[in-house]
């Protein structure tokens, strides 16, 4: 059974970072797509950063919004993702979904809340 757990989100003024982290259990995800999503309140959940399968850090896509001020990441040994957050905005705020791609279905963390104060 997949199961993903984030960690590392909390309040943060604007222009300060956060790193967020997102174990994995259970299947290799080595093969797999990985990255976050986000929420933030009244709105639709909206991809933030994906990154491919292999050992690779560099076949990543981002939303235009956080492009150049995020940045995303994975440790396939440690079945982990990471999201480093830098230049924050209040718009960041938001809660923030590890996933996994395994081709089939979108495996889900329960979500860790980023507040951006100003």
């Known amino acids: 059974q997949v199961q993903l757990v984030e960690s590392g989100g909390g309040l943060v003024q604007a222009g300060g970072s956060l790193r967020l982290s997102c174990a994995a259990s259970?299947?290799?995800?080595?093969?797999?797509?990985m990255g976050w999503y986000r929420q933030a309140p009244g709105k639709a959940r909206e991809l933030v950063a994906n990154?491919?399968?292999?050992?690779?850090?560099?076949?990543?896509d981002y939303l235009a919004s956080v492009k150049d001020r995020f940045t995303i990441s994975r440790d396939n040994a440690k079945n982990m993702v990471y999201l480093q957050m830098n230049s924050l905005k209040n718009e960041d705020t938001a809660v923030y979904y590890c996933?996994?791609?395994?081709?089939?279905?979108?495996?889900w963390g329960q979500g860790t809340q980023v507040t951006v104060s100003s």
């Open positions: 996933y996994v791609d395994d081709g089939i279905r979108l495996f």
């Open positions: 259970g299947p290799t995800f080595m093969s797999h797509t």
């Open positions: 990154i491919g399968f292999g050992w690779s850090n560099a076949n990543a």
